[in-house]
């Protein structure tokens, strides 16, 4: 990770952390570093969630374009897939997209994408790092008629869901869902996409105010999708999260059909149709134990990455695959877009219900899920630094290791968008590796906490 940049873009509180100074100066940055040496005006795209703050980070950032002559297609909220999509469709440059994804609503972000829809390469972040930061280099400010220009198109919505729609040969008549926007910027699409494929819906939590994004809602907080779909007895419920980049579902018999269960449904589907680039699927050391096993049962090969989409999407690009995600929910249909993207998810695994006939707990018995326990601990800037270096938190998490032996994993982490160590321990015996997964963040807390 960068002094800046995380695994998925800036990221802090907005106003503390993450400035409007702080905006306008990446702006600036990214015009610089990503105009390439072009003759003619380059141009962005730039979206936001739903966050009270998003307005004002947009409106800083794209000052700080125009003022180096970048010209700045204003996209409104949008899901992050969206601005991915639609900076090659409207030839951009490069495209940014204002938000904190999963994060609560005092939070903010902002990732930017290259001209090709994928995130930018840690090189390029490293250099608008080192002009924000360093003043490496000091951005050209523009006079008079080469200040940039504000655009605003009427088609943003329309082209993004023709889009989706265009990626799934079954429509999704017949089916009864439910569509959790996560207050979020599924919010301003979900209903144009669903309804115009033909589902039959039920929206909940699709009315922004702000400060409500992912509150008690969304991928993160599946709980009251579950209710909603067992008591109305739906078919399936999905779930997205504050940008609109991950989806978990339901299924008919209230189950959480996660990240992980998505790939297993669909990797098989594509296998069979001879859809899937040598019979790979790209992971992380996340994924669950259960998909590994259901890989090798069905001729499958797993290939695991660090935790973070971005570190899926390598993989994938270097190796040439074409299917991976998380257990999360980000999961990448390269096929069809750079980046994950929640709404994709769900239409794909909701035309495979249509076109297989059978309801979402019966494809999902394709998988047997193993116990996992996760437990997150809250640590100080120094911590995450402390944490690789630390003699105890070491031998804590080596004697987890032990104890599980061949029967299970331990994954300790730091998060890349988050103060927070993640404990995770896997296996088949749930009250077990409960218990290592607290022995190991009760070290951590210790020795690694805030205090």
Known sequence: MGRLFGTDGVRGVANEKLTCELAMKIGRAAATVLSGGSRRR?????????RISSDMLMMSLTAGLCSTGADVIVLGVVPTPAVAFLVGKYKADAGVMISASHNSAEFNGIKIFSGDGYKLPDALEERIEQIVLDQVETPKLVPGDDIGKVIHKATVIKDYVDHLKSTVAFNLEGLHIAVDCANGSASVTAQK????????????????????INAG???THIEALTQYVVENHLDAGVAFDGDADRCLCVDDQGNLVDGDFIMAICALDMKK????????????????????????????????????????LEEMLLEEYDFGGEQSGHIIFRDFATTGDGQLTAIQLLSLMRREGKPLSQLAQV??????????????????????TDPQVRAAIDEGKKRLGDNGRVVVRVSGTEPLIRVMTEGQDETFIQEVAQQIADVVKERLAQQ
């Open 367 to 388: 998988m047997t899920r193993y116990p996992q326990a996760m437990i997150n601990v809250k640590v100080s800037p120094e911590g995450k630094l402390n944490f690789y």
């Open 217 to 219: 809602c969304g991928s």
């Open 42 to 50: 380059p141009v962005f795209a730039v979206g936001m969630d739903t």
């Open 273 to 312: 149709r001879g859809k899937l680039s040598r019979d790979t699927v790209v992971g992380t050391i996340m994924t669950n134990l259960g998909f590994i096993k259901f890989c090798e049962a069905n001729g499958l090969r797993f290939n695991a990455t660090k935790v973070g989409d971005r570190f899926v």
């Open 193 to 212: 996409l669903f309804s115009e494929l033909g589902a039959q819906c039920e929206f909940l939590f699709d009315q922004p105010d702000g400060v409500n």
